[in-house]
Nanobody
Framework: QVQLVESGGGLVQPGGSLRLSCVAS????????MSWYRQVPGKEREWVAT???????NYAASVKGRFTISRDNAKNTVFLQMHSLKPEDTAVYYC???????????WGQGTQVTVSS
């Protein structure tokens, strides 16, 4: 059973930074593409960034240049470093794993990020 546990969310002022972490268990982490999504109440879940199992990264236009996704396969962990945060970045951030062979998708429970002065 795959488990994804996010941490690192919180309250930050506009222009500030946060680093989210997601620790995976129950899967061979190194052959999963890992992604971050976010969701605001009443809206659909929005893709934020992906790092493939080979290390290729992609970002949504709204966060490109401000957010960086990375992974540490030795620690089964994916990170989302967020800089220059804006109030519109406020959301629950979810970690997603996509197994490249089985195509199984799994989700974490989410961590709240609030950007407010």
């Amino acid at each position: 059973q795959v488990q994804l546990v996010e941490s690192g969310g919180g309250l930050v002022q506009p222009g500030g930074s946060l680093r989210l972490s997601c620790v995976a268990s129950g899967t061979i982490f190194s052959i999963n593409d890992m992604s971050w999504y976010r969701q605001v109440p009443g809206k659909e879940r929005e893709w934020v960034a992906t790092i493939t199992y080979t290390g290729t990264t992609n970002y949504a236009a709204s966060v490109k240049g401000r957010f960086t996704i990375s992974r540490d396969n030795a620690k089964n962990t994916v990170f989302l470093q967020m800089h220059s945060l804006k109030p519109e970045d406020t959301a629950v951030y979810y970690c997603n794993s996509h197994h490249v062979l089985t195509k199984q998708d799994d989700w974490g429970q989410g961590t709240q990020v609030t950007v407010s002065s």
